[in-house]
């Protein structure tokens, strides 16, 4: 039996500061990212994006789904102090 997307999600926390970091090396289709509500400094914001940029910025609670063949493909930092960011990838 294949996999088909859904099967074997993997889900986790990762704390984020200003240097930029990679998501878990884990395999997926797809990796949902959220600002936790409650694990961030109060008012700062999650950059999402790539190695060399994170542009997208998620306030606390928001979260964004990116379609990418691996979770580490995505890079997350902060602003200026430090957030959590919960993610759940999919295959």
């Given at each position: 039996?294949?996999?088909?997307?859904?099967?074997?999600?993997?889900?986790?926390?990762?704390?984020?500061?200003?240097?930029?970091?990679?998501?878990?090396?884990?395999?997926?289709?797809?990796v949902?990212?959220?600002?936790?509500?409650?694990?961030?400094?109060?008012?700062?914001?999650?950059?999402?994006?790539?190695?060399?940029?994170?542009?997208?910025?998620?306030?606390?609670g928001?979260?964004?789904?990116?379609?990418?063949?691996?979770?580490?493909?995505?890079?997350?930092?902060?602003?200026?102090?430090t957030?959590?960011?919960?993610?759940?990838?999919?295959?």
């Amino acid at each position: 039996m294949s996999q088909s997307s859904g099967d074997s999600p993997k889900a986790g926390t990762q704390n984020a500061n200003v240097t930029p970091a990679p998501l878990p090396n884990q395999p997926c289709s797809a990796v949902m990212i959220q600002n936790d509500p409650n694990g961030n400094s109060e008012g700062e914001l999650l950059c999402v994006g790539d190695v060399n940029s994170q542009p997208v910025r998620l306030n606390a609670g928001q979260a964004i789904s990116i379609a990418c063949s691996n979770a580490d493909e995505v890079y997350i930092a902060t602003g200026s102090s430090t957030a959590t960011a919960n993610f759940i990838s999919v295959f």
